[in-house]
């Protein structure tokens, strides 16, 4: 069936550098793909999405890569925050209009 | 303008109850999905709802069911009560375009313990 998977489930990156969580999908009928940071207590916060007609969309410090080839989605944040700590979902859709959601990432952002 | 509102926040039942969530999406937005969200299985899709009508449905069991009113708002029912439905209950809504999917915005959801 279809499914999102993460590749790493925590990450833990020095304050200030990039960070980079990748992400999987199994469903190459998906054109649209988005990512969502979780902190803890709140519900999930879109950051950036991507339409299968693209590779690249940069936000502000986000840059969303996607590579069809080999289904793979990354996210990569520029000069990593404290404020960043938080899970990281990747998410995917296809005709169906409901989003897939992979697993998580935890992102540590160290001092 | 006012964000995604869920009622309650949180909510304790025992086994055999049933529980009725609130969904409030942003004003304008007519779709309203709903998720669960557990340790172990991460975020699931429920259901969503568009113009009061079910559009998608994923796999849960018939114990759960939602409904859609006229003004958007929502409510998700669960019969029955399991141990297994302890979880967060997402709550997300977004504007229905042309081009399919749109950006969802996720309320705070409604932690549900199941004694």
């Known amino acids: 069936g279809e499914s999102v998977g993460l590749h790493l489930p925590t990450l833990s990156v020095q304050e200030g550098d990039n960070s980079i969580i990748n992400c999987a999908y199994s469903?190459?009928?998906?054109?649209?793909f988005i990512w969502y940071k979780q902190e803890s207590g709140k519900g999930p916060q879109f950051i950036i999405d991507i339409r299968s007609n693209m590779d690249k969309r940069q936000g502000q410090r986000v840059t969303v890569l996607l590579n069809k080839t080999v289904k793979h989605l990354s996210l990569q944040i520029a000069a990593t925050q404290p404020g960043d700590s938080a899970v990281y979902f990747c998410a995917e859709s296809g005709s169906a209009r409901q989003l897939t959601f992979g697993s998580g990432t935890q992102l540590t952002v160290l001092p | 303008k006012a964000g995604v509102t869920q009622t309650p926040r949180y909510l304790i039942k025992t086994r055999g109850q049933q529980v009725t969530l609130s969904c409030s999406p942003i004003s304008g937005h007519r779709s309203v999905s709903w998720y669960q969200q557990t340790p172990g299985q991460g975020l699931q899709f429920l259901f969503e709802y568009f113009s009061e009508t079910q559009r998608n449905k994923g796999n849960f069991p018939g114990r759960f069911s939602g409904r859609q009113f006229s003004n958007s708002r929502s409510e998700m029912n669960v019969s029955t009560l399991e141990l297994g439905d302890s979880a967060l209950y997402l709550c997300?809504?977004?504007?229905?375009?042309?081009?399919?999917?749109?950006?969802?915005?996720f309320g705070p959801g409604t932690r549900l313990t199941v004694l």
């Open positions: 997300a809504s977004a504007v229905q375009g042309l081009g399919g999917v749109n950006e969802q915005f």
């Open positions: 469903n190459s009928a998906s054109d649209y």
